[in-house]
């Protein structure tokens, strides 16, 4: 399906890898989103508040960046389909563990254990892209996985809503092992292995390190892992502290679901805009002026929000985050196809290090976004508008140095 020589021909039809690739992608936003209603009923069973409740959330990140360490090198050895199945056992073991929780350790645990069955599926699809495609037609597919996906954080919330309507928080947990099921039969029955037998790679600890050290000394595949990181790190920040700030500073109650929702819009159709525009404009160009247009937004709120002691009108708020979103839309799928093209001989490594990378980074800015959150929106405004001012710095610094840009220069597209 491409006419790249260093990809692999796949055999279902391109929608259904699509729609296949976003399910896979769906598992992890669907762990955070879903549960984001129940964290209010977690606080109160755990006896703990609401700064402390956010770690629901950040330790499955963490546990998702040290597997997507572990996946990637694995499957450049055996293939790409064992680490999707192994990821969803680790999966559902976490949500056994969670459900099972009767203290807030206990269910950091489970979520921890969640977090490293996810990045199996996960970092499996930035590998699985990257044998079947690369360049442009990669960032192509990772757009509009990406758009599909987006239906899943609009959803996920009013779904953890509507199982809490019917039962304990408990039920979201079973939910997610349904659907860990539910791809695991899908996958055996549809996709093919796509990393042939010629191009799997020892996994000697000495390889596997000249591999990495590969990655991190490619100028492309690091700095746009950091790139990514800072971009992931502010949007973090905002979905850590998305619960707290819908339902304690605007006091939306059971509608957060609905307002959650409504931002991801922006996402969804900035990813399906990427599709058609990235084989015009370019990745690069893309992302550098999506990024003008998240600072732009991101300092807009900031400022705006001086006039109202932190907390402008709901609406306003919301006007200002459907502009930075749109930006973010256009960020991610172009960002990992960036750091993955000099990689395609070490994908499974290129993916892994590409993506724990970049949570490595997220996860400490969004932490620290997330915990200053109390009374006031000004630590998620000015986070992302400082997280979106360095990615600007660092593009430039990987597409032309710091010297002064020479035309036609550039490192990649």
């Known amino acids: 399906m491409s006419n790249q020589p260093s990809t692999t021909t796949i055999r279902i039809g391109m929608v259904e890898f699509i729609f296949l690739m976003a399910s ?4 992890v936003a669907l762990s955070i989103d879903a549960v984001l209603p129940a964290l209010g009923f977690m606080a109160l069973e755990f006896s703990v508040g609401g700064s402390e ?27 790409r389909l064992p680490g999707i199945y192994v990821g969803f056992a680790f999966f559902i073991l976490g949500c056994l563990l969670a459900m099972s929780a009767q203290s807030l350790e206990m269910m950091l645990i489970g979520r921890f254990l969640q977090g490293i069955g996810a990045s199996g599926p996960r970092i499996m699809v930035s590998a699985l892209a990257r044998d079947c495609f690369s360049g442009r037609a990669m960032a192509r597919i990772m757009s509009l996985s990406g758009a599909v996906f987006m239906i899943v954080p609009i959803c996920a919330p009013m779904l953890g809503q509507i199982l809490l309507w019917f039962g304990p928080w408990q039920y979201i947990f079973a939910m997610y092992i349904i659907l860990a099921v539910l791809l695991c039969i899908w996958t055996w029955l549809r996709l093919d292995e796509t990393l042939t037998h010629e191009k799997r790679r020892s996994i000697h600890p000495k390889v596997l390190w000249e591999a990495f050290i590969l990655v991190l000394s490619n100028r492309v595949a690091a700095g746009y892992t950091l790139v990514s990181g800072l971009v992931f ?26 307002y959650f929702g409504a931002l991801v819009f922006p996402n969804l159709m900035s990813s399906y805009l990427n599709a ?38 709901l609406m306003h708020t919301m006007a200002f985050l459907f502009v930075i979103f749109s930006g973010i839309g256009f960020q991610f ?13 070490v994908a499974g490594m290129g993916a892994s290090v590409v993506g724990a990378g970049s949570m ?6 969004g932490g620290l976004i997330g915990m200053s959150v109390d009374t006031d929106i000004f630590p998620v405004a000015l986070g992302m508008a400082v997280c979106s001012l360095l990615s600007m710095l660092v593009m430039h610094w990987v597409r032309f140095g ?3 840009p020479k035309a036609g220069g550039g490192v990649s597209s």
């Open 24 to 27: 896979l992608m769906s598992v």
């Open 276 to 313: 058609k525009l990235v084989m015009r404009w370019g990745m690069f160009r893309l992302v550098q002026l999506t990024n003008l247009l998240v600072f732009t937004g991101s300092l807009g709120l900031y400022m705006y929000a001086q006039f109202y002691d932190g907390v402008p009108p």
């Open 333 to 345: 799928g172009n960002l990992n196809a960036l750091a993955m093209e000099p990689l395609g001989q």
């Open 53 to 79: 409740i956010q770690l629901v959330i950040t330790s499955l990140f963490a546990g998702f960046a040290i597997g997507q360490l572990i996946y990637g090198p694995v499957s450049d050895r055996v293939g």
């Open 360 to 365: 490595f980074i997220s996860i400490p800015i």
């Open 233 to 258: 790190g502010g949007f973090l920040g905002y979905l850590s502290s998305s619960q707290w700030l819908f339902q304690k500073i605007y006091d939306v109650g059971d509608a957060f679901p609905l």
């Open 402 to 404: 710091f010297g002064k």
